[in-house]
């Protein structure tokens, strides 16, 4: 069993940054690819960046491309997402997830999840 915390949402305005951790209960993390999705009201929840178990790879989607970036500590269990030059469209509820699987960016192959941390960019 995993258990993972997300924090460091808030509210900031266009171009600004904003630094997402998640942490994760358990011995285990290193032996989990991490995951950042997020969901607006009425979406489906989208894949936004992804880390291997070592963090030597990492995966992003191409509307964050150049201005987010995924990281991870497994000494302290803990990913995080750096997001610099927001926009308003990255307004959304942040979700961090982990697998065991092997496909990074498919929401079904993840086996725990977050409770979530809420981004507001103001225009």
């Known amino acids: 069993q995993v258990q993972l915390v997300e924090s460091g949402g808030g509210l900031v305005q266009a171009g600004g940054s904003l630094r997402l951790s998640c942490a994760a209960s358990?011995?285990?993390?290193?032996?989990?690819?991490m995951g950042w999705f997020r969901q607006t009201p009425g979406k489906e929840r989208e894949f936004v960046a992804a880390i291997s178990r070592s963090g030597d790879d990492t995966y992003s989607a191409d509307s964050v491309k150049g201005r987010f970036t995924i990281s991870r500590d497994n000494a302290k269990n803990t990913v995080y997402l750096q997001m610099n030059s927001l926009k308003p469209e990255d307004t959304a509820v942040y979700y961090c997830g982990a697998s065991s699987g092997s496909y990074y960016y498919i929401l079904w192959e993840y086996d725990y999840w977050g409770q979530g941390t809420q981004v507001t960019v103001s225009s």
């Open positions: 358990g011995r285990t993390f290193s032996s989990y690819i």
